[in-house]
T-cell receptor, first 114, second 108 residues
Framework: NAGVTQTPKFQVLKTGQSMTLQCAQDMNHEYMSWYRQDPGMGLRLIHYSVGAGITDQGEVPNGYNVSRSTTEDFPLRLLSAAPSQTSVYFC?????????????FGDGTRLSIL | DAKTTQPPSMDCAEGRAANLPCNHSTISGNEYVYWYRQIHSQGPQYIIHGLKNNETNEMASLIITEDRKSSTLILPHATLRDTAVYYCTGSRGEKLTFGTGTRLTIIP
C-alpha cells in the first residue's frame, strides 16, 4: 500500500494563479481532510470529507475549494492564489467517521506564492 | 476539540525514558487523547490514543489521569530517531487541532 500520496511535493505560484493539490489514498478510507501548517505553528483544518460526494468546511476554508467524486481522491483547489496561502499542505485520511481510528498523513506539498 | 498545553521543548538522554506531559483540562467525555509526532517537516505520524485507560503499543505508552485532564506520553527507550515535535490533542478522531507541540531532542 502506498498510503496517502500527495502531489506535487513542491510548487511555486504567482499571485492570482490557480492550481490543484492532489491527494490520493489506497486504503479505502472513508474520511479525508486537508490541513495547512505555517512556520512554527500546528496544523489547521481547511476542508474535510466524510465520504464520496460529501464535503464540509474546517477552520480556515476561505480561498480553497474541494470535491470528492471518488473514495480515493480528494483534491484541493486554490482558485486565485494569494501570498497568505504560502504554507505546507497536508492531506490525511482515516478509516471511518466516528470510529476514533487514527489519521494517516501524506508527506505534504510545500507551496510558495510570490 | 480540547485545548491542550504542552512544554515547548524537552531534552532526553539516548536510551532513557522520555516522558512528555500534556494538559487537556477542557477535554469532553467523548473525546480521545491522541498523540502524533512530526519528524523534520514530514507528515505527522500517529503514535497512540486512548479514552480513559492507559494504553501501550510498540511505540509508546500513554498514561491518562483519572480526571482525564492531563496525560503523559512515555517513550521507554528513546533513540536519536525519536527527535521530533510531539503533539497531543483531544478529539473524536477526525477534526484534529494541533498546537505548537513539544520539541523533543534526544541527546547522544
Amino acid at each position: 500500500n502506498a498510503g496517502v500520496t500527495q502531489t506535487p511535493k513542491f510548487q511555486v505560484l504567482k499571485t492570482g494563479q490557480s492550481m490543484t493539490l492532489q491527494c490520493a489514498q489506497d486504503m479505502n478510507h472513508e474520511y479525508m481532510s486537508w490541513y495547512r501548517q505555517d512556520p512554527g505553528m500546528g496544523l489547521r483544518l481547511i476542508h474535510y470529507s466524510v465520504g464520496a460526494g460529501i464535503t464540509d468546511q474546517g477552520e480556515v476554508p476561505n480561498g480553497y475549494n474541494v470535491s470528492r467524486s471518488t473514495t480515493e481522491d480528494f483534491p484541493l483547489r486554490l482558485l486565485s492564489a494569494a501570498p497568505s496561502q504560502t504554507s505546507v499542505y497536508f492531506c490525511a485520511s482515516s478509516y471511518r467517521t466516528g470510529s476514533s481510528q487514527p489519521q494517516h498523513f501524506g508527506d505534504g506539498t510545500r507551496l510558495s506564492i510570490l | 476539540d480540547a485545548k491542550t498545553t504542552q512544554p515547548p521543548s524537552m531534552d532526553c538522554a539516548e536510551g532513557r525514558a522520555a516522558n512528555l506531559p500534556c494538559n487537556h483540562s477542557t477535554i469532553s467525555g467523548n473525546e480521545y487523547v491522541y498523540w502524533y509526532r512530526q519528524i523534520h517537516s514530514q507528515g505527522p505520524q500517529y503514535i497512540i490514543h486512548g479514552l480513559k485507560n492507559n494504553e501501550t503499543n510498540e511505540m509508546a505508552s500513554l498514561i491518562i489521569t483519572e480526571d482525564r485532564k492531563s496525560s503523559t506520553l512515555i517513550l521507554p527507550h528513546a533513540t536519536l530517531r525519536d527527535t521530533a515535535v510531539y503533539y497531543c490533542t483531544g478529539s473524536r478522531g477526525e477534526k484534529l487541532t494541533f498546537g505548537t507541540g513539544t520539541r523533543l531532542t534526544i541527546i547522544p
